[in-house]
């Protein structure tokens, strides 16, 4: 009968990859850390900010806060609260930006910005962020600059940023 059989797949000796040979080519496992990669200096502290999620936490924001309004995005301050960071909440309507994509991308652009920024802001404020205006036609640059200049602006406005 006309069965081939299949041929062996066995290395001459001199070929064959030992465990010794494998260390050699990549000498980090998995979950090392690469010597060459740098630590964050033992003075680099990061501020945690705390995520506003509770309905009547944003109701009472909005209704006591002090508001600062800018063309695409609003700022509603609450000062006083016990927290060692600010906290902040993020509210993106669907006139603002129709497609979830586009309003899970501003939710973590304005998350980034107040984590960058958490050292320069008061301790204990409170920070509920409404994203009202046009932001669907412009690209992801141009809204990411947009969104940060104007948090940028209103934050000082507002009187919670250094």
């Known amino acids: 009968s006309g069965e081939k059989k299949p041929k062996d797949k066995v290395k001459p000796e001199n070929e064959k ?3 010794v040979s494998r260390a050699q080519q990549f000498p980090f496992g998995k979950g090392d850390i ?13 501020v945690k900010i705390k995520h506003i999620a509770r309905s009547t936490e944003f109701a009472e924001i909005f209704k006591t806060g002090e508001r600062t309004r800018g063309k ?6 609450k000062r006083g609260g016990e927290e060692e ?3 902040v909440g993020i509210a993106v309507s669907k006139k603002a930006a129709s497609r979830a ?13 107040f984590r960058e920024h958490a050292e320069l802001l008061e301790k204990g404020v409170k920070v509920v962020v409404r ?3 046009d932001l669907n036609g412009s690209g992801k640059q141009a809204l990411s600059r947009v969104i940060r200049e104007e948090l940028g602006s209103l934050t000082k406005k507002a009187g919670i940023r250094a």
């Open 85 to 87: 960071g600010p906290a």
């Open 101 to 113: 994509v586009r309003r899970n991308y501003i939710r973590r652009l304005i998350y980034a910005y």
């Open 34 to 46: 690469k010597p060459e990669t740098q630590k964050r200096p033992e003075s680099f502290i990061r």
């Open 17 to 19: 990859e030992t465990r």
């Open 72 to 77: 695409t995005v609003s700022l509603y301050v």
């Open 131 to 133: 994203a009202a205006g």
